[in-house]
């Protein structure tokens, strides 16, 4: 059997493993990953090489079509992969030369094919250009959307959706947001240590982060840092988290003594976060559907060191609890996560229009569980990181109609995204920032 490279090798096998079991692309890089002894650079140029090449997938497509005499879905599922990993690298990887790319790919042909299958593989990439410059898109004057659709890999329903509730000013700004790679934000443990005390600490184990969002215990770094294999990540003293999703547990404002829920909570994020604010004095329920998924809410808070958080497995639309018990319910829901696609590029091929329509479903069903269960006057805080009408206003407007609950503002931190009474959307325009919807709703 040739010599291939184990890291090459290991992408491709993320990618079949992504195809064949239809999980999350983090769940199949954590499996490879584990699998796998690769040295820090390596796990680095791994997770690049499948982030990147998920990023830019369509505009991969299109090019490798220019000089295959044959459709792409035609190949076998492994050659089409080595294909696309090697455009990525010709285009975006400039510290790999196009031999090395050109030999790697066929390698791995003749490992994954044979030799006919690394004879054609060798043909396609000598063939394409090395500048980007030469590849021919789709004339943007007959057909924006197309031209935008292949030059940043974005689905056409994804395009409509953002342009319906956003207009066409910041359209191209939002493509091209979602190509990039975010910055990976952290929340700090206010329970165990300052934001500066913590940046101080990174410094020394060479990690330099930054303050660099209003949200009080945000750190922000580069995105090469391998975050969890941090050994202050492992003492508790943060949590990965984009800012967005920080604001949630800002908009809910938790206070000690309440008594608080947090109706979808795995893996435990706001949940733990809820638990940082109010120093332990309040008494929080993290609920999860599945118990596969409480497991890890309860290895973060054993990590964090936090206590009264107690975890139950139940169903969001028929929770466990009699009418009125809770001050505050946090409903993070199930969403088609479109705004979030910078940092799960996989979710823009999986998720359609469809999709969508189901998903409002449920969480209309989970938000009206949500008001049964919060006290009279309690606060319901309702979040999504999408963007869609239909998971958004769609959901709350009928509950607002209907007099169950009233939207009210929040923390005047929350102002700068406030697009209504009580209502708040961030936009993933900016590589600190998910797209995020926020209401806060008071019981009638």
């Given at each position: 059997?040739?010599?291939?490279?184990?890291?090459?090798?290991?992408?491709?096998?993320?990618?079949?493993?992504?195809?064949?079991?239809?999980?999350?692309?983090?769940?199949?890089?954590?499996?490879?990953?584990?699998?796998?002894?690769?040295?820090?650079?390596?796990?680095?140029?791994?997770?690049?090489?499948?982030?990147?090449?998920?990023?830019?997938?369509?505009?991969?497509?299109?090019?490798?079509?220019?000089?295959?005499?044959?459709?792409?879905?035609?190949?076998?599922?492994?050659?089409?992969?080595?294909?696309?990993?090697?455009?990525?690298?010709?285009?975006?990887?400039?510290?790999?030369?196009?031999?090395?790319?050109?030999?790697?790919?066929?390698?791995?042909?003749?490992?994954?094919?044979?030799?006919?299958?690394?004879?054609?593989?060798?043909?396609?990439?000598?063939?394409?250009?090395?500048?980007?410059?030469?590849?021919?898109?789709?004339?943007?004057?007959?057909?924006?959307?197309?031209?935008?659709?292949?030059?940043?890999?974005?689905?056409?329903?994804?395009l409509k959706e953002?342009?319906?509730?956003?207009?066409?000013?910041?359209?191209?700004?939002?493509?091209?947001?979602?190509?990039?790679?975010?910055?990976?934000?952290?929340?700090?443990?206010?329970?165990?240590?300052?934001?500066?005390?913590?940046?101080?600490?990174?410094?020394?184990?060479?990690?330099?982060?930054?303050?660099?969002?209003?949200?009080?215990?945000?750190?922000?770094?580069?995105?090469?840092?391998?975050?969890?294999?941090?050994?202050l990540f492992k003492?508790?003293?943060?949590?990965?988290?984009?800012?967005?999703s920080m604001l949630?547990?800002?908009?809910?404002?938790?206070?000690?003594?309440?008594?608080?829920?947090?109706?979808?909570?795995?893996?435990?994020?706001?949940?733990?976060?809820?638990?940082?604010?109010?120093?332990?004095?309040?008494?929080?329920?993290?609920?999860?559907?599945?118990?596969?998924?409480?497991?890890?809410?309860?290895?973060?808070?054993?990590?964090?060191?936090?206590?009264?958080?107690?975890?139950?497995?139940?169903?969001?639309?028929?929770?466990?609890?009699?009418?009125?018990?809770?001050?505050?319910?946090?409903?993070?829901?199930?969403?088609?996560?479109?705004?979030?696609?910078?940092?799960?590029?996989?979710?823009?091929?999986?998720?359609?229009?469809?999709?969508?329509?189901?998903?409002?479903?449920?969480?209309?069903?989970?938000?009206?569980?949500?008001?049964?269960?919060?006290?009279?006057?309690?606060?319901?805080?309702?979040?999504?990181?999408?963007?869609?009408?239909?998971?958004?206003?769609?959901?709350?407007?009928?509950?607002?109609?209907?007099?169950?609950?009233?939207?009210?503002?929040?923390?005047?931190?929350?102002?700068?995204?406030?697009?209504?009474?009580?209502?708040?959307?961030?936009?993933?325009?900016?590589?600190?920032?998910?797209?995020?919807?926020?209401?806060?709703?008071?019981?009638?």
């Amino acid at each position: 059997m040739a010599q291939v490279d184990v890291v090459r090798a290991g992408a491709i096998n993320t990618f079949l493993r992504w195809e064949d079991t239809k999980l999350p692309i983090d769940e199949c890089i954590s499996r490879t990953l584990k699998r796998r002894g690769y040295s820090t650079k390596g796990r680095k140029f791994f997770a690049n090489l499948v982030y990147g090449t998920l990023r830019n997938m369509y505009l991969i497509d299109h090019i490798i079509s220019q000089f295959c005499n044959r459709p792409l879905e035609t190949l076998p599922k492994p050659i089409q992969y080595i294909l696309r990993i090697a455009v990525y690298q010709l285009f975006f990887c400039h510290q790999v030369t196009k031999p090395a790319v050109v030999h790697t790919s066929v390698e791995l042909a003749r490992v994954f094919g044979h030799i006919g299958l690394a004879r054609l593989v060798n043909a396609i990439l000598r063939n394409i250009p090395e500048n980007i410059d030469d590849i021919q898109l789709p004339h943007r004057e007959e057909d924006e959307y197309q031209y935008l659709s292949i030059k940043y890999s974005i689905p056409l329903w994804i395009l409509k959706e953002y342009e319906k509730n956003f207009g066409k000013d910041t359209l191209e700004e939002f493509c091209k947001s979602t190509t990039e790679v975010p910055y990976m934000a952290i929340r700090t443990n206010l329970t165990l240590i300052t934001p500066e005390e913590l940046q101080k600490r990174l410094l020394k184990i060479g990690i330099e982060a930054q303050h660099l969002t209003p949200v009080p215990e945000e750190l922000s770094l580069p995105p090469t840092y391998l975050l969890i294999d941090c050994p202050l990540f492992k003492q508790g003293l943060y949590t990965v988290q984009d800012p967005a999703s920080m604001l949630c547990v800002h908009a809910l404002q938790p206070k000690p003594y309440e008594k608080i829920v947090d109706i979808c909570s795995a893996p435990g994020t706001k949940a733990t976060h809820i638990g940082e604010f109010t120093f332990s004095n309040a008494k929080v329920y993290a609920l999860d559907i599945h118990s596969r998924r409480i497991f890890r809410v309860q290895e973060n808070i054993r990590r964090l060191k936090l206590k009264n958080i107690f975890t139950l497995i139940g169903d969001g639309v028929s929770l466990p609890f009699p009418d009125d018990t809770f001050d505050k319910v946090l409903l993070d829901a199930p969403c088609s996560g479109l705004g979030t696609i910078r940092r799960n590029p996989d979710l823009k091929y999986n998720m359609n229009k469809e999709s969508v329509i189901r998903l409002a479903i449920l969480q209309k069903k989970l938000l009206n569980e949500a008001i049964r269960i919060c006290k009279k006057h309690g606060t319901i805080v309702y979040s999504v990181c999408t963007f869609t009408e239909e998971e958004t206003k769609k959901v709350v407007e009928p509950f607002i109609t209907s007099k169950k609950v009233l939207p009210i503002d929040g923390a005047e931190l929350l102002n700068q995204w406030k697009t209504t009474t009580g209502i708040y959307q961030t936009l993933p325009t900016k590589s600190l920032w998910d797209g995020f919807f926020l209401t806060i709703l008071q019981k009638q």
